[in-house]
């Protein structure tokens, strides 16, 4: 059975920081990997998506690498500012179809 | 393009009734999925339906169903209403092929006394 866990699960710092979220996943077999953030009491936005034959994917001041074969995805964050103040959470989908197993997520906090 | 949309957005029932839930896809998605999510269990995959048909089920109780029509729009049905199912209820759709995005709404939050 598929587990994905994210490092940490919160997490604190000043406006401009450079950050990275950690998500790892324990069976290699998938199709993709996604990144999501959610605001409080709000739906999923999507942020990246990766397949499972790519390393990474950007997309401003976001990056997501994936490691297949060690099971770990990171989601790096450039100059933070406190609008990224949200919860990310990975999510991988292993077979055909729409299932995905999601992390318990990173609660992330940018200090003005 | 319009997003995923979910009505109602704000439910509250009691226990032992029923409660009918609904999700219509960005057009042109054809694959609908339901999430539910709570503060111990995190989010966790209910079904997903594509073309009118059950693709996938997660494991939840016979009480948890759905159904999807011909316009792609899903609805969600939980019978029996327990505590528990207490939750935010999200839909997710995309395209379908194997490899795409899934979008998902702002969900639903179901408050059961």
């Known amino acids: 059975k598929q587990e994905v866990t994210q490092i940490p699960a919160a997490l604190s710092v000043p406006e401009g920081e450079n950050l990275v979220l950690n998500c790892s996943f324990t069976d290699s077999a998938i199709y993709n990997l996604q990144w999501f953030r959610q605001d409080p009491g709000k739906g999923l936005t999507s942020l990246l998506l990766i397949q499972s034959s790519q390393r990474e994917q950007t997309s401003g001041r976001l990056n997501a690498s994936l490691d297949k074969s060690s099971g770990r995805s990171t989601l790096y964050i450039a100059a933070s500012q406190p609008g990224d103040s949200a919860t990310y959470l990975c999510?991988?989908?292993?077979?055909?179809?729409?299932?995905?197993?999601f992390g318990e997520g990173t609660q992330l906090t940018v200090n003005p | 393009k319009a997003g995923v949309t979910q009505t109602p957005r704000y439910l509250i029932k009691t226990r032992g009734q029923q409660v009918t839930l609904s999700c219509s896809p960005i057009s042109g998605h054809r694959s609908v999925s339901w999430y539910q999510q709570t503060p111990g269990q995190g989010l966790q995959f209910l079904f997903e339906y594509f073309s009118e048909t059950q693709r996938n089920k997660g494991n939840f109780p016979g009480r948890f169903s759905g159904r999807q029509f011909s316009n792609s729009r899903s609805e969600m049905n939980v019978s029996t209403l327990e505590l528990g199912d207490s939750a935010l209820y999200l839909c997710a759709s995309r395209l379908g092929g194997n490899t795409d995005t899934q979008y998902f709404g702002p969900g639903t939050r179901l408050t059961v006394l």
């Open positions: 999510a991988v989908k292993e077979t055909s179809g729409s299932r995905l197993t």
